[in-house]
């Protein structure tokens, strides 16, 4: 039988009580951040009808740093990318889950880009 790690056990705890409180609706979706070491994903949510909207990974196809490099320069790049993409969905308002982690580094980052592309949270 495999070991639950505390740190992934207390990261489970906060995103259920995070989902008790945050819902995203087709007015304002939620946009979900999930990192692994070495990426991160982001994607925006409409909870009504259960379906992603729109989502942005630095394993996408089309994600291109180009010159700069670093984890946190990627988390901003994918969020003016996701940005993007929102807007040209007509998404302009969401609510930003940050998904039990801290709101620090890459996490931070990927907000920032992503108010910087046009979303309002």
Known sequence: MAKTNLKTLARAKRISRIRKKIS???ERP???VFKSNKHIYAQIIDD?????????STVDK????G???GKT?????VGVVLAERATAAGIKKVIFDRGGYIYHGRVK?????????GLDF
């Open 24 to 26: 995203g609706t087709s």
């Open 30 to 32: 939620r946009l979900r």
């Open 48 to 56: 009504a009808s259960g379906k992603s909207l729109v989502a942005m």
């Open 62 to 65: 089309q994600f291109d740093l």
């Open 67 to 69: 010159d700069e490099s």
């Open 73 to 77: 320069a990627a988390a901003k790049k």
């Open 109 to 117: 980052s990927l907000s920032e880009g992503a108010r910087e592309g």
